[in-house]
């Protein structure tokens, strides 16, 4: 089966860094997103890997292994606003996007 | 960049009753639609995807009766509720490949449905 494994919660502090784990099992891999989502919304596109390595977008950077079926997601420089859902999802051997739970990010002044 | 709109963003409807979705891709042709269902504190769940002018392939568990998918166009896919009850309560949101934004998938601004 298709298996997506991130943290259901994580708390930091505003101005910290924080980093989300995703671990990933699936039939084939064509890439990991990762998207925001706040409550009632829906997802916003944060970043795509398909390559192995860090891809640093401002605050956002994301990170592939796919030799080890493992991605992050660091955000610094936290903000209030940045207190939201971050899914992780992969697109499996037939372009379907395979979803994770979510981490619940709650950010603490 | 790509956007696709969706309609309606909330709706309430009584327990028995129809309601239709709508999801259209306003810069680019949608050649895969994704349905997909969010209850609170889950993640997205698929229950359907659909290529223009082709029947939809269901996810399994969804009824293809109660949850109707059309694709008629490249630019529109509707979802159809039918005979809603409360427990179809919940967030749907459509997502459209075909454009040239986040890396070919973009997902509509969802629509809350609430069967009273």
């Known amino acids: 089966g298709q298996n997506i494994d991130q943290p259901t919660e994580m708390t930091a502090t505003e101005g910290a860094i924080v980093q989300i784990n995703c671990t990933y099992q699936?039939?084939?891999?064509?890439?990991l997103f990762w998207y925001q989502q706040h409550a009632g919304e829906a997802p916003t596109f944060l970043s795509y890997?398909?390559l192995d390595g860090l891809e640093e977008k401002g605050r956002f950077s994301s990170f592939l292994s796919r030799s080890k079926g493992y991605s992050y997601l660091l955000l610094k420089e936290l903000q209030m606003k940045d207190s939201a859902s971050y899914l992780c999802?992969?697109?499996?051997?037939?372009?379907?996007?395979?979803w994770g739970a979510g981490t619940k990010l709650i950010i603490k002044p | 960049g790509a956007v696709v709109s969706q309609h309606p963003s909330r709706v309430i409807c009584k327990s028995g009753t129809s309601v239709k979705i709508e999801c259209r891709s306003l810069?680019?042709?949608?050649?895969?639609m994704f349905w997909y269902r969010q209850f609170p504190k889950q993640s997205l769940m698929l229950m359907a995807t659909?290529?223009?002018?082709?029947?939809?392939?269901?996810e399994q568990g969804v009824e293809k009766d109660k949850f109707l998918i059309n694709h008629a166009s490249l630019t529109l896919s509707t979802l159809t509720v039918t005979s809603a009850h409360p427990e179809d309560s919940s967030f749907y949101i459509c997502?459209?490949?075909?454009?040239?934004?986040?890396?070919?998938?973009?997902f509509g601004s969802g629509t809350r449905l609430t069967v009273v």
């Open positions: 659909s290529n223009e002018g082709s029947k939809a392939t269901y």
């Open positions: 890997n398909v």
């Open positions: 810069d680019f042709q949608a050649t895969t």
């Open positions: 699936t039939s084939g891999f064509n890439g």
């Open positions: 999802a992969v697109i499996d051997s037939n372009y379907q996007l395979i």
């Open positions: 997502s459209a490949r075909g454009g040239q934004g986040d890396y070919g998938y973009t």
